[in-house]
C-alpha cells in the first residue's frame, strides 16, 4: 500500500502528475510540502520541467502547486512562478485557480523581484484570454505603479501584463493611457515594446485615447529597436489622422524604406490612414491595426527580443540568461 503521508521522489512525482487522479496528485503534493528544502526544490523543478513540456497535465492542481509560492526556500518560489508561467501560456484556463496567489506575490514588497516578476507575467498569459480574473483595480495599480519603481526585470514583464491585458480586453486601460505614454520613452526595449503594444490595442477600440500620447508616440517613430519603431507606426495607422491632427507623414513615409519588413509594412499602414480612417480597410482581422494581428505577432516578437538579450547559458540548466537578469538562475536558483 502507498504511504500518501511520505514524498514522493521527483521522478516518482512526475509520474504521479502525468498517470495518477488529481486527488492523488494534491496528496503526494500536500507531502511534499513538508519535505526537507532540499527534497522540495528537486521535486519542484521537476514539476516546473514537466510543466514545459505537457503544461496539460496542471489543470485542476493550481490550488495545491500554488503552495510553493510562500515556500521559505526563495529558489522553490521562483520555480513555481516560472511553472505558473509555462502553464498559463499553453493553459490559461488551468491558472485561474491561482490568480489570488500570484497577486499576491506581485503585491509583497518584500518578495524577490524574480519572483514578482515571473508572477506578473503568468497573470499576463490569464488576462490574453481571462481579463475580469486579472484585471481587479489592485492588480492593475500593482503593474502600473511597479512600472517607474521596479527593477528593470520586473518592469519588463509589468509592461507584458499590461499588454496582454489589453489585448485580452481593451476596454482595461482606457483611462490610463497618459500613464502608459510616460513610459515609452523607458530605457528598456521590451517596455518599451510592450507599452506601445498596450497602447494600439486599447486604440484599436478607443482610439480618441490616444490623442493624449501622440508626442510620445511620434518620438518612437525613431526608437533604436525595429518593433518599436513598427508598433509607434501600427499606432497611427490605427487611430488615424481624424484623431491625430499633426500626422507624421514625412517621418512615416521614411520608415516605408526602413531595412525591417516589420517597419516598412506598418509605415505604409500608417500612411493610408493619413486621410482618416477606413472601416473597409480594417474589416478583415488579418489586417494591421486589430487585436488579432497584435495577438498573432507578439510572441514572435517577444521570442525575438529576449533572445537577442541572452548572452550566456546556466551551467547547471542551459537556461539562457540575460545580461540585466538576476543574480541566481530564474529556472533552477543557482547562482550564476
Known sequence: MVDR????EPARLVEIVETEPVERVRDALTALAAAPPSVRKDAVRALGDLADDAPSRFDGLAPAVASF???EERAIRLTTAKLFVAVAEAEPDAVLAAVDDLGARLADEDEFYYVRARSAEALGYVALDHPDAVAAPDVLADLRVGLAF??????????????FVALGDPDRLRHLVEHL????????ELVRYHVCTALVATGCEHPER?????GALAARLDDPNPY????AAEAFGTVGADVFEEYPTARLRALTADDESFVTERGAFALTAER???????SDDGDLGTIASLRRTTGSVIEALTTADAVDDC????????ESGPPMCPQCGAPR
Open 5 to 8: 503521508t511520505e514524498p514522493p
Open 69 to 71: 509560492l510562500t515556500d
Open 150 to 163: 521596479d527593477e528593470p526585470e520586473v518592469t519588463a514583464k509589468l509592461a507584458k501584463a499590461l499588454a
Open 181 to 188: 505614454g510616460d513610459h515609452l520613452d523607458a530605457e528598456s
Open 210 to 214: 490616444l490623442a493624449d500620447v501622440r
Open 228 to 231: 518599436v519603431r513598427g508598433r
Open 276 to 282: 482618416g480612417r477606413s472601416a473597409e480597410r480594417r
Open 315 to 322: 551551467p547547471h540548466c542551459g537556461t539562457a540568461l540575460p
